[in-house]
């Protein structure tokens, strides 16, 4: 009988059925977030277009992260959202475990180097991403008589908005001193929600900015009843959601100068409201948490229920929304000059609103 002979091959197959199974490398990105919690720190109350945005989010993205981790949701209005921002800069662990809605004209505001408030970097932020670029609308109360921009140049419309820095402060700025429209800005409102129910009560003409996506998903009786009439746009193309004709703001320029100073702001504002990690988280979470949002703007779970609540998911990449952030905070110091003349309330139109102290109870 002939003895049997092994090849090489076959004697290492051989060798190696015999050891014991080495156990699966473990993925480290899994295995720090197992048991985790993600914060999402929202830079506005509760109730708006910011909030709903992040709770969506927060509802399903989680479940794309390696690991699997729980999620919670913290509102931390002030500053235009200067203070969520400086608190996940300065204060929040840089480890991947803290997320935030970033205000989406602090870019600029670090750009055009306004300010000891803002501590945070924007640049040095991690982005993550954006659902929507919809472009933002000053609009205001149906019953207010002005009805196109040659109407806001001969009528005074009070504006609500919310703090220095913020959308809702700059867009109507920038129209009162580059177009010269006759926009009365009011702040001091914690949100969205607020400054609507203002408009309802007759105190307000307006309200400085929204994304339009947003007046769709977080006030839709607003939009559905024709309660408010947008009057402007912010963006590169008209918004195909938006009803009739509403100009771009990058088109009222009347000057090469002016054209210059409407586009950069224009740029400023297609930043959405742009999720973020904090600076100096490590590089694979990084990449696994926009790796998640990416996933999660194709999950059919998200996307449905996106759809029941009217959010337009036009969704912008971690790594595209770091570039067009460099690109507005790297504003050159002619064109800065120019901006920040153009983005400060005029004294004549700005006041902010007084509150009355509530009684202590008995």
Do not use: C
Request: proline residues 8%.
């Amino acid at each position: 009988m002939k003895k049997a002979v092994l090849t090489l091959p076959a004697l290492g197959l051989a060798i190696f059925a015999g050891l014991p199974a080495s156990p699966a490398v473990a993925d480290p990105v899994a295995e720090f977030y197992k048991g985790k919690q993600i914060k999402m720190y929202i830079r506005t109350a509760a109730g708006g277009g910011y909030d709903l945005d992040a709770r969506l989010l927060m509802r399903h993205m989680p479940r794309h992260i390696p690991g699997n981790p729980s999620a919670l949701n913290i509102n931390m209005p002030g500053g235009g959202g200067l203070k969520a921002a400086n608190f996940v800069a300065k204060v929040a662990p840089r480890d991947g475990t803290v997320l935030t809605i970033v205000g989406g004209t602090i870019p600029m505001y670090q750009g055009l180097q306004l300010g000891g408030k803002l501590e945070a970097d924007m640049k040095a932020f991690n982005w993550i991403g954006v659902i929507s670029t919809s472009n933002r609308v000053l609009a205001v109360w149906h019953t207010t008589p002005a009805k196109t921009v040659a109407d806001m140049k001969k009528r005074t419309i009070t504006i609500g908005a919310t703090g220095a820095g913020s959308p809702s402060v700059i867009l109507p700025a920038v129209l009162n001193n580059v177009v010269g429209t006759k926009l009365k800005i009011i702040s001091g409102y914690k949100g969205g929600t607020e400054i609507d129910a203002a408009m309802e009560k007759g105190e307000l003409g307006g309200r400085g900015s929204n994304p339009w996506s947003s007046w769709v998903s977080s006030a839709p009786r607003l939009v559905k009843e024709k309660l408010v009439r947008p009057m402007v746009q912010v963006g590169f193309k008209p918004d195909p959601q938006l009803p009739g004709v509403v100009p771009l703001l990058k088109d009222l320029g009347e000057t090469p100068e002016q054209t210059e100073i409407l586009t950069y702001a224009t740029k400023s504002f297609m930043t959405g409201f742009p999720f973020a990690a904090a600076q100096g988280v490590p590089a694979d979470r990084v990449k696994a948490l926009r790796t998640a949002f990416d996933a999660t703007m194709k999950d059919k779970a998200f996307l449905d229920e996106a759809k029941r609540m009217r959010v337009q998911v036009d969704p912008t990449s971690g790594v595209e929304l770091q570039k067009l952030i460099t690109d507005i905070v790297d504003v050159s110091p002619k064109l800065r000059e120019k901006v920040v003349s153009a983005i400060t309330p005029p004294g004549a139109y700005y006041s902010r609103i007084k509150r009355p102290k509530e009684k202590k109870k008995q």
